[in-house]
Protein backbone atom coordinates (compact mmCIF):
# COMPACT_ATOMS: atom_id res chain seq x y z
CA UNK A 1 0.00 0.00 0.00
CA UNK A 2 3.08 2.31 0.99
CA UNK A 3 4.42 1.13 -2.17
CA UNK A 4 1.68 3.18 -4.13
CA UNK A 5 3.51 6.39 -3.64
CA UNK A 6 5.41 7.58 -6.59
CA UNK A 7 6.06 10.39 -5.68
CA UNK A 8 9.54 12.30 -6.29
CA UNK A 9 10.50 9.16 -8.72
CA UNK A 10 12.09 10.18 -11.42
CA UNK A 11 11.63 7.55 -14.76
CA UNK A 12 15.04 8.25 -17.13
CA UNK A 13 14.18 8.95 -20.63
CA UNK A 14 15.35 10.61 -23.69
CA UNK A 15 11.54 11.72 -24.92
CA UNK A 16 11.21 14.94 -25.56
CA UNK A 17 9.09 15.36 -22.39
CA UNK A 18 12.38 14.66 -20.93
CA UNK A 19 14.43 17.17 -22.76
CA UNK A 20 12.47 20.08 -22.10
CA UNK A 21 14.40 22.88 -20.38
CA UNK A 22 12.79 22.00 -16.45
CA UNK A 23 12.95 25.98 -16.09
CA UNK A 24 10.09 25.47 -19.10
CA UNK A 25 8.55 22.32 -17.61
CA UNK A 26 8.12 24.19 -14.69
CA UNK A 27 6.25 27.56 -15.85
CA UNK A 28 4.70 25.03 -18.57
CA UNK A 29 3.27 22.87 -15.47
CA UNK A 30 2.14 26.08 -14.12
CA UNK A 31 0.23 27.34 -16.90
CA UNK A 32 -1.72 24.09 -17.33
CA UNK A 33 -2.87 23.98 -13.63
CA UNK A 34 -3.98 27.39 -14.30
CA UNK A 35 -5.65 26.29 -17.23
CA UNK A 36 -7.47 23.46 -16.05
CA UNK A 37 -8.95 25.90 -13.32
CA UNK A 38 -9.77 28.55 -16.39
CA UNK A 39 -11.12 25.64 -18.51
CA UNK A 40 -15.03 25.28 -19.05
CA UNK A 41 -17.15 22.56 -21.01
CA UNK A 42 -16.02 20.39 -22.98
CA UNK A 43 -13.54 22.05 -25.93
CA UNK A 44 -11.73 23.75 -22.96
CA UNK A 45 -11.47 19.84 -21.31
CA UNK A 46 -10.77 18.41 -24.40
CA UNK A 47 -7.97 20.66 -24.92
CA UNK A 48 -6.12 19.57 -21.58
CA UNK A 49 -6.84 15.75 -21.68
CA UNK A 50 -5.48 15.70 -25.39
CA UNK A 51 -2.46 17.40 -24.45
CA UNK A 52 -2.29 15.29 -21.27
CA UNK A 53 -2.47 11.89 -23.60
CA UNK A 54 -0.18 13.00 -25.74
CA UNK A 55 2.38 14.06 -23.09
CA UNK A 56 1.75 10.70 -21.67
CA UNK A 57 2.03 8.71 -24.59
CA UNK A 58 5.25 10.73 -25.29
CA UNK A 59 7.15 10.37 -22.40
CA UNK A 60 6.53 6.21 -22.42
CA UNK A 61 5.90 6.73 -18.78
CA UNK A 62 3.16 3.71 -17.77
CA UNK A 63 -0.28 3.82 -17.52
CA UNK A 64 -0.18 1.78 -14.45
CA UNK A 65 2.16 3.98 -12.90
CA UNK A 66 0.09 7.07 -13.37
CA UNK A 67 -3.04 5.23 -11.93
CA UNK A 68 -0.92 4.23 -9.24
CA UNK A 69 0.10 7.79 -8.13
CA UNK A 70 -3.00 8.73 -8.22
CA UNK A 71 -4.34 5.65 -6.11
CA UNK A 72 -4.13 7.70 -2.54
CA UNK A 73 -5.74 10.96 -3.45
CA UNK A 74 -8.64 8.81 -4.60
CA UNK A 75 -10.80 9.48 -1.56
CA UNK A 76 -10.15 13.00 -2.30
CA UNK A 77 -11.33 13.03 -5.65
CA UNK A 78 -14.52 11.02 -4.57
CA UNK A 79 -15.23 13.30 -1.60
CA UNK A 80 -15.18 16.59 -3.44
CA UNK A 81 -17.18 15.05 -6.34
CA UNK A 82 -19.62 13.88 -3.82
CA UNK A 83 -19.66 16.66 -2.12
CA UNK A 84 -20.66 19.07 -5.49
CA UNK A 85 -23.05 16.13 -6.34
CA UNK A 86 -25.28 17.08 -3.64
CA UNK A 87 -24.06 20.71 -3.28
CA UNK A 88 -24.88 22.57 -6.60
CA UNK A 89 -28.58 23.82 -7.36
CA UNK A 90 -30.06 23.11 -10.45
CA UNK A 91 -32.48 20.66 -12.34
CA UNK A 92 -33.55 17.95 -9.35
CA UNK A 93 -32.19 14.23 -10.54
CA UNK A 94 -33.31 12.43 -7.49
CA UNK A 95 -34.33 13.43 -4.04
CA UNK A 96 -34.83 11.76 -1.08
CA UNK A 97 -34.98 12.62 2.69
CA UNK A 98 -32.83 16.42 3.10
CA UNK A 99 -30.30 15.31 -0.53
CA UNK A 100 -30.83 16.10 -3.76
CA UNK A 101 -28.72 15.10 -6.77
CA UNK A 102 -29.69 17.30 -9.32
CA UNK A 103 -28.33 17.03 -13.35
CA UNK A 104 -26.10 20.68 -12.69
CA UNK A 105 -24.63 18.95 -9.80
CA UNK A 106 -23.29 15.76 -11.87
CA UNK A 107 -21.86 17.64 -14.00
CA UNK A 108 -19.43 19.59 -12.13
CA UNK A 109 -18.85 16.83 -10.11
CA UNK A 110 -17.38 15.06 -12.89
CA UNK A 111 -15.85 17.97 -14.15
CA UNK A 112 -13.84 18.51 -10.79
CA UNK A 113 -13.08 14.58 -10.53
CA UNK A 114 -11.52 15.04 -14.14
CA UNK A 115 -9.70 18.29 -13.26
CA UNK A 116 -7.90 16.85 -10.07
CA UNK A 117 -7.33 13.40 -11.54
CA UNK A 118 -5.78 15.80 -14.61
CA UNK A 119 -4.07 17.74 -12.31
CA UNK A 120 -1.94 14.92 -10.40
CA UNK A 121 -1.37 13.35 -13.47
CA UNK A 122 0.05 16.21 -15.78
CA UNK A 123 2.18 17.45 -12.80
CA UNK A 124 3.51 14.09 -12.37
CA UNK A 125 4.38 13.50 -15.86
CA UNK A 126 5.58 16.90 -17.10
CA UNK A 127 7.81 17.42 -13.69
CA UNK A 128 8.80 14.99 -11.23
CA UNK A 129 8.85 11.47 -13.74
CA UNK A 130 10.72 13.09 -16.48
CA UNK A 131 12.85 15.60 -14.43
CA UNK A 132 15.75 14.42 -12.72
CA UNK A 133 15.22 16.26 -9.30
CA UNK A 134 18.62 17.67 -9.78
CA UNK A 135 17.65 19.26 -13.00
CA UNK A 136 13.96 19.95 -11.42
CA UNK A 137 15.70 21.76 -8.63
CA UNK A 138 18.17 23.53 -11.21
CA UNK A 139 15.34 25.03 -12.59
CA UNK A 140 13.71 26.10 -9.65
CA UNK A 141 16.76 27.91 -8.50
CA UNK A 142 17.52 29.82 -11.84
CA UNK A 143 13.85 30.80 -11.52
CA UNK A 144 13.72 32.42 -8.03
CA UNK A 145 17.05 33.54 -8.81
CA UNK A 146 16.08 36.73 -9.03
CA UNK A 147 14.95 36.77 -4.98
CA UNK A 148 18.98 36.45 -4.39
CA UNK A 149 18.99 40.14 -4.29
CA UNK A 150 16.27 39.74 -1.12
CA UNK A 151 18.60 37.74 0.76
CA UNK A 152 16.27 35.33 -0.08
CA UNK A 153 18.72 31.62 0.52
CA UNK A 154 17.68 30.22 -3.08
CA UNK A 155 20.59 27.72 -3.36
CA UNK A 156 20.06 26.42 -0.13
CA UNK A 157 16.45 25.67 -0.52
CA UNK A 158 17.33 24.23 -3.59
CA UNK A 159 19.60 21.97 -1.88
CA UNK A 160 17.55 20.72 0.66
CA UNK A 161 14.44 19.79 -2.31
CA UNK A 162 17.17 17.67 -4.09
CA UNK A 163 17.97 16.32 -0.97
CA UNK A 164 14.39 15.45 0.47
CA UNK A 165 13.39 14.14 -3.47
CA UNK A 166 16.28 12.05 -2.98
CA UNK A 167 15.16 10.33 0.43
CA UNK A 168 11.68 10.09 -0.60
CA UNK A 169 12.05 6.20 -1.89
CA UNK A 170 14.61 5.29 0.49
CA UNK A 171 11.96 6.46 3.93
CA UNK A 172 8.88 4.88 1.71
CA UNK A 173 11.24 1.29 1.63
CA UNK A 174 11.78 2.10 5.26
CA UNK A 175 7.96 2.57 6.63
CA UNK A 176 7.49 -0.65 4.61
CA UNK A 177 9.64 -2.50 6.50
CA UNK A 178 8.94 -1.37 9.83
CA UNK A 179 5.25 -2.21 8.64
CA UNK A 180 6.18 -5.22 8.29
CA UNK A 181 8.31 -5.87 10.98
CA UNK A 182 5.25 -4.31 12.73
CA UNK A 183 2.83 -6.71 11.24
CA UNK A 184 4.81 -9.74 12.36
CA UNK A 185 4.75 -8.78 16.11
CA UNK A 186 0.92 -8.89 15.58
CA UNK A 187 0.17 -4.89 14.86
CA UNK A 188 -3.03 -4.10 12.92
CA UNK A 189 -3.03 -1.42 10.58
CA UNK A 190 -6.30 -1.30 8.38
CA UNK A 191 -8.96 -2.12 11.23
CA UNK A 192 -10.66 -0.20 13.61
CA UNK A 193 -12.18 3.45 13.23
CA UNK A 194 -10.19 6.40 12.24
CA UNK A 195 -8.45 6.94 15.75
CA UNK A 196 -7.78 3.49 16.05
CA UNK A 197 -5.46 3.16 13.09
CA UNK A 198 -4.34 6.35 13.96
CA UNK A 199 -3.05 5.25 17.13
CA UNK A 200 -1.29 2.43 15.17
CA UNK A 201 1.28 4.68 13.31
CA UNK A 202 2.57 6.08 16.08
CA UNK A 203 4.92 3.14 16.36
CA UNK A 204 6.05 3.26 12.81
CA UNK A 205 6.54 6.93 12.71
CA UNK A 206 8.93 6.82 15.93
CA UNK A 207 11.48 4.76 14.72
CA UNK A 208 10.95 6.16 11.66
CA UNK A 209 11.89 9.55 12.60
CA UNK A 210 14.82 8.07 14.74
CA UNK A 211 16.34 7.09 11.52
CA UNK A 212 15.68 9.85 9.57
CA UNK A 213 17.61 12.05 11.65
CA UNK A 214 20.21 9.11 11.92
CA UNK A 215 20.27 9.68 8.05
CA UNK A 216 20.59 13.11 7.94
CA UNK A 217 23.54 13.26 10.74
CA UNK A 218 25.53 10.94 8.44
CA UNK A 219 24.73 12.36 5.00
CA UNK A 220 25.83 16.11 6.62
CA UNK A 221 29.38 14.51 7.22
CA UNK A 222 29.35 13.06 4.25
CA UNK A 223 28.29 15.93 2.20
CA UNK A 224 31.35 17.59 4.23
CA UNK A 225 33.44 15.08 3.01
CA UNK A 226 32.96 16.10 -0.91
CA UNK A 227 33.81 19.44 0.25
CA UNK A 228 30.10 20.99 0.26
CA UNK A 229 30.24 24.86 1.41
CA UNK A 230 27.12 26.08 -0.01
CA UNK A 231 26.75 28.00 -3.09
CA UNK A 232 29.98 29.73 -3.43
CA UNK A 233 32.20 28.69 -6.17
CA UNK A 234 30.29 26.22 -6.77
CA UNK A 235 30.63 24.58 -10.43
CA UNK A 236 27.55 22.51 -12.30
CA UNK A 237 28.06 19.32 -14.42
CA UNK A 238 24.87 20.33 -16.31
CA UNK A 239 23.94 24.03 -17.28
CA UNK A 240 20.75 24.67 -18.39
CA UNK A 241 20.46 25.98 -22.04
CA UNK A 242 17.18 26.94 -24.20
CA UNK A 243 17.18 24.86 -27.34
CA UNK A 244 15.09 24.92 -30.15
CA UNK A 245 12.81 22.33 -28.67
CA UNK A 246 11.91 24.76 -25.54
CA UNK A 247 10.49 27.45 -27.52
CA UNK A 248 8.58 25.28 -30.21
CA UNK A 249 7.02 23.56 -26.87
CA UNK A 250 6.49 27.44 -25.45
CA UNK A 251 4.92 28.34 -28.64
CA UNK A 252 2.31 25.04 -28.88
CA UNK A 253 2.00 25.38 -25.42
CA UNK A 254 0.98 29.33 -26.01
CA UNK A 255 -1.73 28.56 -28.81
CA UNK A 256 -3.46 26.01 -26.26
CA UNK A 257 -3.53 28.38 -23.55
CA UNK A 258 -5.15 31.12 -25.72
CA UNK A 259 -7.88 28.62 -27.44
CA UNK A 260 -8.80 27.44 -24.22
CA UNK A 261 -9.29 31.25 -22.79
CA UNK A 262 -11.29 31.71 -25.89
CA UNK A 263 -13.58 28.55 -25.42
CA UNK A 264 -14.36 29.22 -21.79
CA UNK A 265 -14.78 33.00 -22.81
CA UNK A 266 -17.24 32.43 -25.64
CA UNK B 1 56.79 14.35 9.81
CA UNK B 2 57.66 12.82 6.10
CA UNK B 3 55.06 10.25 6.43
CA UNK B 4 52.19 10.93 3.92
CA UNK B 5 48.98 10.66 7.30
CA UNK B 6 50.54 11.31 10.64
CA UNK B 7 49.25 11.03 13.82
CA UNK B 8 51.32 12.31 16.80
CA UNK B 9 49.92 10.41 19.73
CA UNK B 10 46.25 11.82 19.54
CA UNK B 11 43.40 12.31 21.77
CA UNK B 12 39.77 12.54 21.31
CA UNK B 13 37.07 13.18 24.02
CA UNK B 14 33.29 13.08 22.83
CA UNK B 15 31.16 15.67 24.44
CA UNK B 16 27.54 14.90 25.19
CA UNK B 17 25.29 17.97 26.27
CA UNK B 18 25.06 17.05 29.66
CA UNK B 19 28.82 18.12 30.04
CA UNK B 20 29.84 14.25 30.54
CA UNK B 21 33.08 12.94 28.41
CA UNK B 22 33.67 9.94 26.40
CA UNK B 23 37.29 9.18 25.72
CA UNK B 24 37.34 7.77 21.97
CA UNK B 25 40.91 8.06 20.64
CA UNK B 26 43.84 7.61 23.78
CA UNK B 27 47.00 9.20 22.44
CA UNK B 28 46.84 7.29 19.48
CA UNK B 29 50.22 6.99 17.21
CA UNK B 30 49.76 5.90 13.53
CA UNK B 31 51.93 6.65 10.48
CA UNK B 32 50.43 6.15 6.68
CA UNK B 33 52.80 6.62 3.58
CA UNK B 34 51.82 7.15 0.64
CA UNK B 35 50.71 4.11 -1.65
CA UNK B 36 49.49 1.83 1.06
CA UNK B 37 47.58 0.00 1.82
CA UNK B 38 46.42 -0.72 5.39
CA UNK B 39 43.19 -2.49 7.36
CA UNK B 40 42.14 -1.14 10.33
CA UNK B 41 40.61 -3.62 12.70
CA UNK B 42 38.92 -3.40 16.21
CA UNK B 43 35.58 -4.59 18.12
CA UNK B 44 33.47 -2.04 18.16
CA UNK B 45 33.39 1.15 19.94
CA UNK B 46 37.38 0.82 19.74
CA UNK B 47 37.88 3.98 18.13
CA UNK B 48 38.21 3.49 14.44
CA UNK B 49 35.72 5.64 13.31
CA UNK B 50 36.55 8.29 15.30
CA UNK B 51 40.34 7.83 14.04
CA UNK B 52 38.85 8.20 10.47
CA UNK B 53 37.06 10.97 11.01
CA UNK B 54 39.99 12.52 12.02
CA UNK B 55 41.98 11.76 8.86
CA UNK B 56 40.27 14.20 6.72
CA UNK B 57 39.51 16.92 9.24
CA UNK B 58 35.79 16.37 10.58
CA UNK B 59 36.60 16.10 13.85
CA UNK B 60 40.10 17.39 15.19
CA UNK B 61 41.92 15.79 17.98
CA UNK B 62 41.38 17.05 21.55
CA UNK B 63 45.07 16.77 22.21
CA UNK B 64 47.79 16.19 19.84
CA UNK B 65 48.03 16.65 16.04
CA UNK B 66 47.62 14.98 13.18
CA UNK B 67 48.86 15.98 9.47
CA UNK B 68 48.49 15.00 6.33
CA UNK B 69 50.79 15.63 3.86
CA UNK B 70 52.03 18.17 6.27
CA UNK B 71 49.11 19.95 6.53
CA UNK B 72 47.68 20.23 10.24
CA UNK B 73 43.81 19.20 10.17
CA UNK B 74 43.36 21.70 12.79
CA UNK B 75 44.46 24.60 10.61
CA UNK B 76 40.65 26.15 9.36
CA UNK B 77 42.27 27.26 6.03
CA UNK B 78 43.77 23.84 4.91
CA UNK B 79 40.64 22.34 5.73
CA UNK B 80 39.11 21.94 1.87
CA UNK B 81 42.72 20.82 0.84
CA UNK B 82 43.03 18.19 3.32
CA UNK B 83 39.56 17.08 2.54
CA UNK B 84 40.14 16.88 -1.12
CA UNK B 85 43.31 14.72 -0.39
CA UNK B 86 41.60 12.28 1.64
CA UNK B 87 38.37 10.93 0.55
CA UNK B 88 36.09 8.87 3.15
CA UNK B 89 33.49 6.47 2.30
CA UNK B 90 30.76 4.94 5.02
CA UNK B 91 29.35 2.33 5.62
CA UNK B 92 25.39 2.99 4.50
CA UNK B 93 25.70 3.76 1.36
CA UNK B 94 21.98 5.19 1.02
CA UNK B 95 23.22 7.92 3.64
CA UNK B 96 25.78 9.25 1.67
CA UNK B 97 24.86 9.42 -2.15
CA UNK B 98 22.95 13.47 -2.35
CA UNK B 99 21.86 12.92 -5.91
CA UNK B 100 18.78 10.70 -7.54
CA UNK B 101 21.24 10.24 -10.65
CA UNK B 102 23.91 8.21 -10.68
CA UNK B 103 25.98 10.75 -12.52
CA UNK B 104 24.61 13.58 -11.07
CA UNK B 105 25.88 12.40 -7.51
CA UNK B 106 29.48 11.61 -8.71
CA UNK B 107 29.74 15.17 -9.78
CA UNK B 108 28.63 16.49 -6.38
CA UNK B 109 32.13 16.68 -5.23
CA UNK B 110 33.87 18.25 -8.37
CA UNK B 111 30.66 21.08 -8.23
CA UNK B 112 31.60 21.94 -4.93
CA UNK B 113 35.67 22.25 -5.35
CA UNK B 114 34.44 24.46 -8.66
CA UNK B 115 36.01 22.35 -11.28
CA UNK B 116 35.37 23.82 -14.71
CA UNK B 117 32.20 22.35 -16.66
CA UNK B 118 34.30 20.34 -19.35
CA UNK B 119 37.00 18.51 -16.30
CA UNK B 120 33.60 17.77 -14.44
CA UNK B 121 32.33 15.86 -17.15
CA UNK B 122 35.88 13.84 -17.86
CA UNK B 123 36.25 13.15 -13.88
CA UNK B 124 32.63 11.64 -13.75
CA UNK B 125 33.26 9.54 -17.07
CA UNK B 126 37.02 8.45 -15.69
CA UNK B 127 35.11 7.80 -12.05
CA UNK B 128 32.16 6.13 -13.62
CA UNK B 129 35.14 3.82 -15.34
CA UNK B 130 36.92 3.29 -12.45
CA UNK B 131 34.35 1.44 -10.73
CA UNK B 132 33.14 -0.14 -13.50
CA UNK B 133 29.44 1.50 -13.23
CA UNK B 134 29.69 3.90 -16.75
CA UNK B 135 26.51 1.93 -17.80
CA UNK B 136 24.31 2.87 -15.17
CA UNK B 137 25.85 6.55 -15.28
CA UNK B 138 22.40 7.55 -16.17
CA UNK B 139 20.19 4.90 -13.45
CA UNK B 140 18.57 6.29 -10.30
CA UNK B 141 20.36 5.40 -7.20
CA UNK B 142 17.42 4.07 -5.59
CA UNK B 143 17.27 1.37 -7.52
CA UNK B 144 20.63 0.09 -7.49
CA UNK B 145 21.54 -2.89 -5.71
CA UNK B 146 23.66 -2.31 -1.98
CA UNK B 147 26.79 -3.28 -3.78
CA UNK B 148 26.55 -1.02 -7.00
CA UNK B 149 25.08 1.81 -4.86
CA UNK B 150 28.69 1.88 -2.45
CA UNK B 151 30.69 1.56 -6.24
CA UNK B 152 29.04 5.20 -6.83
CA UNK B 153 29.80 6.29 -3.70
CA UNK B 154 33.56 5.48 -3.71
CA UNK B 155 33.19 6.82 -7.78
CA UNK B 156 31.87 10.48 -5.81
CA UNK B 157 35.20 9.98 -4.25
CA UNK B 158 37.74 9.49 -6.79
CA UNK B 159 35.99 12.29 -8.81
CA UNK B 160 37.43 14.58 -6.03
CA UNK B 161 40.81 12.59 -7.73
CA UNK B 162 42.22 12.67 -3.64
CA UNK B 163 45.49 11.03 -3.03
CA UNK B 164 43.81 8.29 -0.18
CA UNK B 165 40.70 6.86 0.54
CA UNK B 166 39.20 6.09 3.79
CA UNK B 167 37.14 3.57 3.64
CA UNK B 168 34.83 3.02 6.99
CA UNK B 169 33.64 -0.17 6.76
CA UNK B 170 31.64 -0.42 3.35
CA UNK B 171 31.17 -3.52 3.09
CA UNK B 172 29.18 -3.92 6.48
CA UNK B 173 25.86 -3.34 4.87
CA UNK B 174 26.64 -5.39 1.45
CA UNK B 175 25.59 -9.26 0.55
CA UNK B 176 28.90 -11.03 -0.82
CA UNK B 177 27.98 -10.14 -3.54
CA UNK B 178 28.09 -7.08 -3.28
CA UNK B 179 31.12 -6.78 -1.20
CA UNK B 180 33.28 -8.30 -3.66
CA UNK B 181 32.47 -5.99 -6.18
CA UNK B 182 33.38 -3.32 -4.04
CA UNK B 183 36.71 -5.11 -2.84
CA UNK B 184 37.82 -5.43 -6.20
CA UNK B 185 37.43 -1.95 -6.79
CA UNK B 186 39.14 -0.79 -3.55
CA UNK B 187 41.84 -3.44 -4.64
CA UNK B 188 42.10 -1.47 -8.18
CA UNK B 189 42.24 1.78 -6.98
CA UNK B 190 45.23 0.60 -4.85
CA UNK B 191 47.37 -1.22 -7.29
CA UNK B 192 46.00 0.66 -10.21
CA UNK B 193 45.88 4.52 -9.05
CA UNK B 194 48.53 4.28 -6.62
CA UNK B 195 45.59 6.03 -3.98
CA UNK B 196 46.19 4.97 -0.47
CA UNK B 197 44.01 3.12 1.44
CA UNK B 198 42.63 2.87 4.39
CA UNK B 199 40.19 0.35 5.12
CA UNK B 200 38.66 -0.66 8.44
CA UNK B 201 36.58 -3.39 8.51
CA UNK B 202 34.89 -6.69 10.60
CA UNK B 203 35.72 -8.71 7.99
CA UNK B 204 39.07 -10.70 8.67
CA UNK B 205 39.66 -12.09 4.94
CA UNK B 206 39.47 -8.57 3.76
CA UNK B 207 41.86 -7.17 6.00
CA UNK B 208 44.20 -9.98 5.00
CA UNK B 209 44.53 -7.88 1.30
CA UNK B 210 46.17 -5.15 2.97
CA UNK B 211 50.11 -4.67 3.21
CA UNK B 212 49.63 -3.88 6.96
CA UNK B 213 47.06 -4.21 9.52
CA UNK B 214 46.44 -2.08 12.24
CA UNK B 215 44.53 -3.35 15.18
CA UNK B 216 42.85 -0.82 17.63
CA UNK B 217 41.90 -1.42 21.47
CA UNK B 218 40.49 1.40 23.20
CA UNK B 219 41.70 3.95 21.39
CA UNK B 220 45.43 2.72 21.17
CA UNK B 221 47.34 1.10 18.68
CA UNK B 222 47.98 -2.69 20.21
CA UNK B 223 49.58 -4.23 16.74
CA UNK B 224 50.90 -3.06 13.85
CA UNK B 225 52.35 -5.11 11.17
CA UNK B 226 51.75 -7.35 8.13
CA UNK B 227 48.83 -9.31 7.97
CA UNK B 228 50.89 -12.42 7.66
CA UNK B 229 52.05 -11.76 11.37
CA UNK B 230 49.12 -10.09 12.77
CA UNK B 231 47.04 -12.80 12.31
CA UNK B 232 49.18 -15.38 14.20
CA UNK B 233 49.14 -13.80 17.04
CA UNK B 234 45.87 -14.87 18.10
CA UNK B 235 46.24 -14.43 21.36
CA UNK B 236 46.85 -10.79 21.30
CA UNK B 237 43.55 -11.16 18.76
CA UNK B 238 41.14 -12.93 20.91
CA UNK B 239 42.25 -10.77 23.45
CA UNK B 240 40.96 -7.38 21.72
CA UNK B 241 37.77 -9.46 20.86
CA UNK B 242 38.33 -10.35 17.40
CA UNK B 243 38.95 -13.37 15.41
CA UNK B 244 41.17 -14.86 12.81
CA UNK B 245 40.60 -15.76 9.49
CA UNK B 246 39.30 -19.44 8.91
CA UNK B 247 42.78 -20.73 7.44
CA UNK B 248 44.59 -19.57 10.23
CA UNK B 249 41.94 -21.29 12.88
CA UNK B 250 41.78 -24.27 11.16
CA UNK B 251 45.73 -24.57 10.81
CA UNK B 252 45.94 -23.73 14.87
CA UNK B 253 43.39 -26.49 15.80
CA UNK B 254 45.74 -29.07 13.83
CA UNK B 255 48.58 -27.44 15.37
CA UNK B 256 47.02 -27.76 18.72
CA UNK B 257 46.30 -31.80 17.77
CA UNK B 258 50.68 -32.60 16.89
CA UNK B 259 50.74 -31.24 13.46
CA UNK B 260 53.82 -29.17 12.15
CA UNK B 261 52.94 -26.46 10.82
CA UNK B 262 54.61 -23.07 10.23
CA UNK B 263 53.36 -19.34 10.63
CA UNK B 264 52.80 -16.68 8.21
CA UNK B 265 49.87 -18.79 6.34
CA UNK B 266 46.97 -16.75 5.32
CA UNK B 267 44.99 -17.35 2.04
CA UNK B 268 42.71 -20.62 1.25
CA UNK B 269 45.25 -21.41 -1.40
CA UNK B 270 48.21 -21.26 1.21
CA UNK B 271 46.04 -23.16 3.63
CA UNK B 272 45.69 -25.89 1.10
CA UNK B 273 49.24 -26.19 0.13
CA UNK B 274 50.23 -26.49 4.09
CA UNK B 275 47.77 -29.09 4.25
CA UNK B 276 48.57 -31.03 1.12
CA UNK B 277 52.35 -30.50 2.67
CA UNK B 278 51.28 -32.35 5.78
CA UNK B 279 49.42 -34.92 4.11
CA UNK B 280 52.75 -35.86 1.98
CA UNK B 281 54.36 -36.02 5.30
CA UNK B 282 52.28 -38.00 7.00
CA UNK B 283 52.12 -40.61 4.14
CA UNK B 284 56.17 -41.05 4.01
N1 LIG C 1 28.84 10.99 18.55
C1 LIG C 1 29.32 10.40 19.67
N2 LIG C 1 29.07 10.94 20.89
C2 LIG C 1 29.55 10.38 22.01
N3 LIG C 1 30.32 9.28 22.02
C3 LIG C 1 30.62 8.69 20.87
C4 LIG C 1 30.13 9.23 19.62
N4 LIG C 1 30.58 8.44 18.62
C5 LIG C 1 31.31 7.47 19.20
N5 LIG C 1 31.33 7.61 20.54
C6 LIG C 1 32.04 6.75 21.50
O1 LIG C 1 33.41 6.74 21.16
C7 LIG C 1 33.95 5.45 21.25
C8 LIG C 1 34.57 5.04 19.93
O2 LIG C 1 33.56 4.94 18.96
P1 LIG C 1 33.85 4.64 17.43
O3 LIG C 1 34.96 5.48 16.98
O4 LIG C 1 32.56 4.77 16.70
O5 LIG C 1 34.30 3.12 17.46
P2 LIG C 1 34.30 2.01 16.30
O6 LIG C 1 34.11 2.68 15.00
O7 LIG C 1 35.61 1.33 16.45
O8 LIG C 1 33.18 1.08 16.62
C9 LIG C 1 32.82 4.54 21.70
O9 LIG C 1 32.95 4.32 23.08
C10 LIG C 1 31.58 5.33 21.39
O10 LIG C 1 30.59 5.05 22.34
MG1 LIG D 1 32.60 2.43 13.48
Redesign the pocket.
Known amino acids: MIKDITLGQYFPGESVIHRIDPRVKIILTLAYIVMLFVAKGPIGYGICLAALIYMIAVSKISLRIILRSMKPLLFIIVFTAILNMFYIPGRILVEFWILRITYEGIETAIYMALRIAMLISGTFVLLTYTTSPIMLTDGIEHLLNPLKKLKFPVHELAMMMTIALRFIPTLIEETDKIMSAQKARGADFESGNLINRARALVPILVPLFISAFRRADELAVAMECRCYRGSVGRTRLKVLKMQPLDYIAICVSLVLCVSIILSAVM | MNSFISADSIKFE?K?IEGQT?L?LDGLNIKIDKGEFVAVL??????????AKHMNAILVPTEGKLTVKGMDTADDDLLYDIRQCVGMVFQNPDNQLVATVVEEDVAFAPENLGVPREEIRKRVDDALEAVGMTKYKLHATYKLSGGQKQRVAIGGIIAMRPECIVL?EPTAMLDPVGRKEVMKSIRMLNRDLGITIVL?THHMNEAAEADRVIV?SK?KVIMDAPPKEVFWRTEELYDAGLSVPQPVELLLLMRKDGAEIEEGVLTVEECAEALAKIIKSARK
Open positions: YNQAGHNGSGKSTFDIMG
